[in-house]
């Protein structure tokens, strides 16, 4: 079995795709390749065919809960350092926000794409954002809206950060039903994403921002 399969299962949300992997592993294949080439690629290839429209959220949610359960049976075998995170995310559903199903998938999705994520709840006042991004050493707070009557609390938490002059080491992203890009601009976030797998991409370029400008 190789990698390539394995991808290729993820991608068809099989969930033999977890006994490839075991069987990849007892043949003695790479882990660190098994995870990048196999499960983080199927990955990458369904988050293809959502943005793309031929898929829908139940093969977003099926196929992370099948790379996710074949990531557990690669973990004991990685070396150690390669689960060093791409970045640390803190997400919630804000103040009066009761919606944990759109953040969760945000959530799982960046922890399979190499992101250490730590799961505030609901209902999440704008202190309980920042204490809990300056306790893990967050490089994004993620916030999370559905209800029209929410949304005055992502401006919130935006504001409580730059008051306490803390922008330049936490980026706050927005996302949620009623939200859109117009909104984040509006609040001063520094990014919105229509749904999980951009929000990826949001957090892979958010992350990556530092180290272009000190490159530059
Ligand atoms: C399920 C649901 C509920 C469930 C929530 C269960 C749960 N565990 O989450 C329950 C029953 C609890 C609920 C309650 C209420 N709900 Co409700 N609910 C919904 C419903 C049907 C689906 C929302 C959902 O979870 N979708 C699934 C997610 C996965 O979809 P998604 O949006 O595509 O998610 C992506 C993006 O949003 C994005 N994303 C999400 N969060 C984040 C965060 C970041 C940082 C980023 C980058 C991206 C991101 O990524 C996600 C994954 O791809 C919507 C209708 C709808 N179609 O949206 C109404 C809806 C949101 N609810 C609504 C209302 C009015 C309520 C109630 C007030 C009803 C009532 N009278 O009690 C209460 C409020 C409770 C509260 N205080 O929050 C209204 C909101 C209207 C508005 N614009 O204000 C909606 C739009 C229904 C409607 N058409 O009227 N609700």
């Known amino acids: 079995m190789s990698s390539h399969e394995v991808a290729?299962?993820?991608?068809?949300?099989?969930?033999?795709?977890?006994?490839?992997?075991?069987?990849?592993?007892?043949?003695?294949?790479?882990?660190v390749g098994l995870l990048q080439d196999g499960v983080i690629e199927g990955l990458r290839?369904?988050?293809?065919k959502f943005e793309e429209g031929e898929y829908f959220l139940t093969e977003l949610i099926m196929g992370g809960q099948i790379a996710e359960a074949c990531i557990a049976l690669v973990d004991p075998h990685l070396p150690e350092?390669?689960?060093?995170?791409?970045?640390?995310?803190?997400?919630?559903?804000?103040?009066?926000?009761?919606h944990d199903l759109g953040y969760?998938?945000?959530?799982?999705?960046?922890?399979?794409?190499?992101?250490?994520?730590h799961e505030l709840g609901v209902d999440i006042a704008p202190m309980a954002f920042i204490d809990k991004a300056?306790?893990?050493?967050?490089?994004?707070?993620?916030?999370?809206?559905?209800?029209?009557?929410?949304?005055p609390n992502c401006a919130e938490v935006v504001k409580y950060v730059r008051d306490m002059g803390l922008q330049e080491r936490f980026k706050v992203i927005?996302?949620?039903?009623?939200?859109?890009?117009?909104?984040?601009?509006?609040?001063?976030?520094?990014?919105?994403?229509?749904?999980?797998?951009?929000?990826?991409?949001?957090?892979?370029?958010?992350?990556?921002?530092?180290?272009?400008?000190?490159?530059?």
């Open 8 to 31: 290729q299962l993820i991608l068809a949300v099989d969930e033999t795709a977890t006994e490839a992997v075991e069987k990849a592993l007892a043949a003695g294949a790479d882990p």
């Open 45 to 48: 290839l369904i988050g293809e």
């Open 81 to 98: 350092g390669a689960g060093e995170p791409r970045g640390v995310v803190v997400i919630g559903a804000v103040q009066g926000d009761m």
């Open 104 to 117: 969760g998938l945000v959530a799982m999705q960046l922890k399979l794409s190499g992101f250490e994520v």
């Open 134 to 151: 300056e306790e893990v050493g967050a490089d994004i707070i993620g916030l999370s809206a559905f209800l029209v009557t929410t949304i």
């Open 174 to 216: 927005v996302g949620g039903g009623p939200t859109d890009q117009k909104l984040a601009d509006e609040i001063g976030a520094d990014g919105w994403a229509a749904n999980a797998v951009e929000a990826v991409s949001l957090c892979e370029s958010l992350v990556e921002e530092p180290a272009r400008a000190t490159a530059g």
